[in-house]
C-alpha cells in the first residue's frame, strides 16, 4: 500500500503569509496526486489534481508542484477562510490513500 | 449542479448490518465512477471503496473487503454501500465522492456508529 506522510503536522502562519504545506509518497505516484480542503464539520473540497491543476473555482492564490514521491501545496497569501485541515492522496495505485492532513492555524 | 446527497447512517450493534446509499445529481451519473470515503471521529481520511462507471468493477480497501459490498443502480442515479460484520472500528462518517481517481464532488456524510 502506498503511503503518504504529510508534513508538518500543524503549519501557524499569520493572515497574508504564505503557507508551504509537503506530501510525500512511499513509492512514485508519478504526478497522480490530489489536494483537498477540510473545513471542521464540512466534507472535504477538492483543491488540486493532477499535482498542480487547480479544480474549478479555487482561487489562484492555491497553487500545487511536484511529481513522483515529493510534492508541495503553496497558499501564496494565507486568508480568513484557508485555515482548515489540508489532505494529499494519491490515485496511481490501488488502494487509494490519503495523507493524514496538516492542519493549517492561526498564529 | 453536482449534488450527491447520503442517507441510511445510524447507530448498528456490532456484527450488526446498514447499507448506505448516495443519491446523484447534476451529472451524467452512467458515465463516471464513483467512490465511498469515510472519517473516524476526529481522525483523517480513509477511502473505502470505489465502482466502475457500469458497476461491473469494485475496488475495496483490505480493512473492508469480505464484509462491505458497493454497487450502484444507475437507472436511479444511486449508489449504495451494503456494510456487514460490523466493528467498532467501523464507526465515521461516510461520504460518497464522483470519480474514484481524484474526488471532485463530495456529499455532505452520512454518519455510521457501531456501539453495544
Known amino acids: 500500500e502506498m503511503v503518504m506522510t504529510q508534513s508538518p503536522a500543524t503549519l501557524s502562519v499569520s493572515p497574508g503569509e504564505r503557507g508551504t504545506l509537503s506530501c510525500r509518497a512511499s513509492?512514485?505516484?508519478?504526478?497522480?496526486l490530489a489536494w483537498y480542503q477540510q473545513k471542521r464539520g464540512q466534507a472535504p473540497r477538492l483543491l488540486i489534481y493532477?499535482?498542480?491543476t487547480r479544480a474549478t473555482g479555487i482561487p489562484a492564490r492555491f497553487s500545487g508542484s511536484g511529481s513522483g514521491t515529493e510534492f508541495t501545496l503553496t497558499i501564496s497569501s494565507l486568508q480568513s477562510e484557508d485555515f482548515a485541515v489540508y489532505y494529499c492522496?494519491?490515485?496511481?495505485?490501488?488502494?487509494?490513500?490519503f495523507g493524514q492532513g496538516t492542519k493549517v492555524e492561526i498564529k | 449542479e453536482v449534488q450527491l446527497m447520503e442517507s441510511g447512517g445510524g447507530l448498528v450493534q456490532p456484527g450488526g448490518s446498514l447499507r448506505l446509499s448516495c443519491a446523484a445529481s447534476?451529472?451524467?451519473?452512467?458515465?463516471?465512477?464513483l467512490t465511498w470515503v469515510r472519517q473516524a471521529p476526529g481522525k483523517g481520511l480513509e477511502w473505502v471503496s470505489g465502482?466502475?462507471?457500469?458497476?461491473?468493477?469494485?475496488y475495496y480497501a483490505d480493512s473492508v473487503r469480505g464484509r462491505f459490498t458497493i454497487s450502484r443502480d444507475n437507472s436511479k442515479n444511486t449508489l449504495y454501500l451494503q456494510m456487514n460484520s460490523l466493528r467498532a472500528e467501523d464507526t465515521a462518517i461516510y461520504y460518497c465522492?464522483?470519480?474514484?481517481?481524484?474526488?471532485?464532488?463530495w456529499g455532505q456524510g452520512t454518519l455510521v456508529t457501531v456501539s453495544s
Open positions: 465522492a464522483k470519480q474514484w481517481t481524484f474526488f471532485d464532488y
Open positions: 492522496q494519491q490515485y496511481n495505485n490501488w488502494p487509494r490513500t
Open positions: 465502482i466502475s462507471a457500469g458497476g461491473t468493477i469494485p
Open positions: 513509492q512514485s505516484v508519478s504526478s497522480n
Open positions: 447534476g451529472f451524467t451519473f452512467n458515465t463516471y465512477t
Open positions: 493532477d499535482a498542480s
